[in-house]
């Protein structure tokens, strides 16, 4: 437990989640979406493992290229922090064909200690490429058309550092957060399944902290590794 602990404490200080909508929602469109997953990290004793986060959010098409969102950290909860994040994603380009695009996701992480009472917030801003590279139309038994599309995409996470200070008094030195990201998409008519891998902070060192951080550049950064699902109403 004691480890459990200290993984979850620094999970929450820098818990990057998969991206929300990376393709906006129909216009007027409602859903909900739920994530798990975050960096690798070895547990002695134990084995290789991704951090146990979870979120549970909802997403509004208020435009046809806006979608709007928010999102409550439960594994956060857990610890006594309430955790949650708002924003909206923007759809700035597709092709004609509409089978790719660039979306940019602007949001707001805030985070409250219930029991200290401490509050922080980071701006974060997310982007990513997006590609559709199958699509099979088909009928169900009732003549109803049945949509399955394939997608991949690319981008990265920024997250923003307000605070002056870190833990213990020490100056913050590190004020942006970059982290990477590729993902696939299983997208069905109500259904979207997931998967997401994010290269967190890979030029910063990891070095003597407590969680040892599974990572594919050495001794900086960490690995994430994420699933998610968003069911559409």
Known sequence: MKWLFYIVAIALTYSCVPSRFVKPLAHKEHA????FGGALTNIPGVSIIPIPNTSIGYGYGL???TTV?????STAA???????????????WTDTLK???ISVSPSVNFMVDVFEKNARVWPQLDANYFFDYRTIKSKD??????????NFYIGFTNWFELQNLRAHGETQKTRLLFCPQIGHTFERNKWNFSLEVKFLT????????????ISPFGNRGGLGTYFGFTYKL
Request: glycine letters at 10%.
């Open 202 to 213: 890979p030029y910063a060192s990891n070095k003597d902290i407590v969680v040892d951080y």
């Open 32 to 35: 909900v979406s739920a994530s």
């Open 69 to 73: 969102y928010g999102s409550w950290y």
């Open 78 to 92: 857990i610890f006594g922090v309430f955790q949650m994040d708002a924003g909206f994603t923007q759809s700035i």
């Open 63 to 65: 435009k046809p290229k």
């Open 141 to 150: 038994k009732n003549g109803d058309e049945k949509l399955k599309t394939n």
């Open 99 to 101: 089978n790719m695009g």
